[in-house]
Nanobody
Framework: EVQLVESGGGLVQAGGSLRLSCAASGFTFDDYAIGWFRQAPGKEREGVSYIAASHGNTVYADSAKGRFTISRDRAKNTVHLRMNSLNPDDTGVYYC???????????????????WGQGTQVTVSS
């Protein structure tokens, strides 16, 4: 059974940091690309950052560039998202998702993701 389990969310003040984790199981980790997405109340889900589990290539949304860092631990089948300089606009539920097709030009298309975690809440107070 494929499972993605997020953790690390919480309440933080503006300017603070959080580290989210996504633990994957039930599939061959290196075959997938992993993406982090977020959804704020009343807004559509949007991509934040993506990583190829095998070779570690990364892509960041403009909102994440310079503040967020995505990484993976292949030994633990885990992807992390380090978020610095958080602001209230970063508030939302953060999801990780796995793309079976792996790395390619489709990586930022939300529709291409096959498996999703349950999400973890991130709240940034001003």
């Amino acid at each position: 059974e494929v499972q993605l389990v997020e953790s690390g969310g919480g309440l933080v003040q503006a300017g603070g940091s959080l580290r989210l984790s996504c633990a994957a199981s039930g599939f061959t980790f290196d075959d997938y690309a992993i993406g982090w997405f977020r959804q704020a109340p009343g807004k559509e889900r949007e991509g934040v950052s993506y990583i190829a589990a095998s070779h570690g290539n990364t892509v960041y949304a403009d909102s994440a560039k310079g503040r967020f860092t995505i990484s993976r631990d292949r030994a633990k089948n885990t992807v992390h998202l380090r978020m610095n300089s958080l602001n209230p606009d970063d508030t939302g539920v953060y999801y990780c998702a796995a793309n079976l097709r792996g790395w390619g030009p489709w990586i930022q298309s939300i529709d291409g993701y096959d498996y999703w975690g349950q999400g973890t809440q991130v709240t940034v107070s001003s």
